[in-house]
Nanobody, 116 residues
Framework: QVQLVESGGGLVQPGESLRLSCAAS????????LSWYRQAPGKERELVAT????????NYADSMKGRFTIGRDNAKKTVYLQMYSLKPEDTAVYYC?????????WGQGTQVTVSS
């Protein structure tokens, strides 16, 4: 059974940091590219960052460059999203996604709220 389970979300103040984790099971993790997406209330889901299967390349949405870092640990079957200098507009549900050709798996999401 394929599972992606996000954790690490919560309520933080503007300027603070947060690290999200997504633990995978049920598929060959190392063969999949991993991505983080987010969806704010009333908005479409948007791509945050992607990391290739071997971890050699990363890609970020322009608004996250320099503030967010994606990483993966294939031995632990986990992908991370380190977020710095959080802003209220970063408030959203954050989802991880695993992709390999026609195969795409999603987690259930974790809420991140940035508010003073």
């Amino acid at each position: 059974q394929v599972q992606l389970v996000e954790s690490g979300g919560g309520l933080v103040q503007p300027g603070e940091s947060l690290r999200l984790s997504c633990a995978a099971s049920g598929f060959t993790f190392s063969r999949y590219a991993l991505s983080w997406y987010r969806q704010a209330p009333g908005k479409e889901r948007e791509l945050v960052a992607t990391i290739t299967s071997a971890g050699g390349r990363t890609n970020y949405a322009d608004s996250m460059k320099g503030r967010f870092t994606i990483g993966r640990d294939n031995a632990k079957k986990t992908v991370y999203l380190q977020m710095y200098s959080l802003k209220p507009e970063d408030t959203a549900v954050y989802y991880c996604k695993a992709s390999n050709g026609p195969y795409n798996y999603w987690g259930q999401g974790t809420q991140v709220t940035v508010s003073s």
